[in-house]
C-alpha cells in the first residue's frame, strides 16, 4: 500500500498552494480516491472522483471519444489525458489524475499488464504516459499503478 506520507506530502503542497484535486480511474477501481482521501486534511483539497469502468461511462461522465476508445478498449493515452481533463472541470479542480488498462493479462492486451495515466494542472496536460506492470496478482498490480501515479504527482509538485 502507498505511504501516507506521500499522500499526506501531496496534500501539504495542495493547502500551500490552496489548489484542489480530483481523479478519474478505471484499472484502479477506486484505489486512488480511496488512499487520497485517506490524507490528512484530504476535505480541504480533494474534491472528488469518478470510476468509470466501460465505454459507456467514459463516454458518458468523462467525454471520451468512443470511436478512439472503442478501438483500443478504453486503454490509451488519448483516453486518460481526456479523462483527467473532465475530471477536473467535473469537479471544478486545479489538479487532475486520470488512469485506465489493466490489471490482469487478457487478450486485448496482448496479455500484458499496462496502463496510461495522464496528470492535469489548470486544464493543461503535464505528465502522461504508460506505466508497465510484471504479472501479479491484481491488487498488487492495482497498488504499484497507484504508487507510481503518486509518485509522479509528487515529482510534478517539486517541479513547481
Known amino acids: 500500500m502507498i505511504d501516507k506520507n506521500k ?11 490552496n489548489e484542489t484535486i480530483s481523479i478519474a480511474e ?16 484530504a476535505e480541504k ?5 469518478i470510476t468509470a469502468y466501460n465505454l459507456g461511462q467514459k463516454y ?9 476508445a472503442a478501438a483500443v478498449n478504453s486503454v490509451s493515452q488519448q483516453v ?15 489538479w487532475g489524475i486520470s ?7 487478457v487478450p486485448e492486451s496482448g496479455n500484458k499488464l499496462f496502463s496510461y495515466y495522464a496528470v492535469v494542472y489548470k486544464g493543461r496536460v ?25 509518485d509522479e504527482l509528487l515529482k510534478l509538485m517539486q517541479g513547481d
Open 126 to 150: 503535464k505528465s502522461s504516459g504508460k506505466l508497465d506492470c510484471e504479472e501479479m496478482p491484481p491488487i498488487r498490480v492495482k497498488e504499484k499503478y497507484s504508487e507510481d501515479i503518486i
Open 45 to 49: 483539497f480533494y474534491q472528488g472522483g
Open 60 to 68: 458518458k461522465y468523462l467525454g471520451v471519444e468512443p470511436i478512439h
Open 7 to 17: 499522500t499526506d506530502k501531496a496534500g501539504s503542497y495542495l493547502l500551500a498552494h
Open 26 to 41: 478505471s484499472v484502479t477501481s477506486g484505489l486512488l480516491q480511496f488512499i487520497l482521501g485517506e490524507a490528512t486534511n
Open 80 to 94: 486518460a489525458e481526456l479523462m483527467a481533463i473532465e475530471v477536473c472541470r467535473m469537479f471544478s479542480s486545479d
Open 99 to 105: 488512469i485506465t488498462g489493466y490489471a490482469t493479462p
